[in-house]
């Protein structure tokens, strides 16, 4: 089966410092990946993902992750902290191609962004 | 284009009440999962429609129902409501069952229902 491990409940920075928020993932086939991002009061929205091209992966607002085979991996990092990123992070896996609607989640990590 | 619209925004049932979430999906995407989100938790995935018929289900039992209609909107039903329910419940609409490797066929997420039961 798969699964979703994010490390870390709450993640607190500094602005402008690095944003790592840690996923692991375990799947028995190769896995589609993903990153949402949810802000108080509204839906999820799609930061990046990985579905088996290119290993380090650029999204929206300056957000990229690179998926490691070997680490079980696809941490997700932003070089410079910005306020506006203080949200709700969730990574996501699917194995299935056909069943794209049903992606497994991890249970988030909340950033918190200083002045 | 608009996106996904989820209604009501928030609602309150007691416990054995039945409650009914509407969800109208973004234009040109035929296919709408529901999710169920707990307080702190990440979304799991309830069941998901295509063409109007279920098409994929999570471990939810028998009394979470749902409806696709012919302009792909959709219905999320829940019987003999349970403490438990009380969540943020997510609907998400894309293009067809086509993979993810299709740039464009991503999930697009509504803002959610909330409901709480008493």
């Known amino acids: 089966a798969q699964s979703v491990t994010q490390l870390g409940s709450h993640v607190s920075v500094s602005e402008g410092a690095l944003v790592l928020l840690r996923c692991n993932y375990s799947?028995?086939?190769?896995?589609?990946l993903f990153w949402y991002v949810q802000y108080p009061n509204q839906g999820l929205q799609l930061l990046l993902k990985y579905t088996s091209a290119a290993t380090l992966v650029k999204g929206i607002n300056g957000f990229e992750a690179e998926f490691k085979k070997s680490e079980t991996s696809f941490h997700l990092t932003k070089p410079s902290a910005h306020m506006s990123d203080a949200a709700e992070y969730f990574c996501?896996?699917?194995?299935?191609?056909?069943?794209?609607?049903?992606?497994?989640f991890g249970q988030g990590t909340e950033l918190s962004v200083k002045p | 284009e608009t996106g996904v619209t989820q209604s009501p925004t928030h609602l309150i049932k007691t416990r054995g009440q039945q409650v009914t979430l509407r969800c109208s999906s973004q234009?040109?995407?035929?296919?709408v999962s529901w999710y169920q989100q707990a307080l702190g938790q990440g979304p799991q995935f309830i069941f998901q429609y295509y063409r109007e018929e279920e098409n994929g289900r999570g471990n939810f039992p028998p009394r979470f129902s749902g409806l696709q209609f012919p302009n792909y909107s959709s219905e999320l039903n829940v019987n003999a409501l349970e403490l438990d329910d009380s969540a943020l419940y997510l609907c998400?609409?894309?293009?067809?069952?086509?993979?993810?490797?299709?740039?464009?066929?991503?999930?697009?997420f509504g803002a959610g229902s909330r409901l709480t039961v008493l």
């Open positions: 234009s040109g995407h035929n296919t």
């Open positions: 996501a896996v699917s194995v299935l191609a056909n069943q794209g609607g049903k992606l497994i």
């Open positions: 799947s028995s086939v190769p896995p589609y």
């Open positions: 998400a609409s894309r293009p067809g069952l086509a993979g993810f490797t299709s740039g464009a066929n991503v999930l697009t």
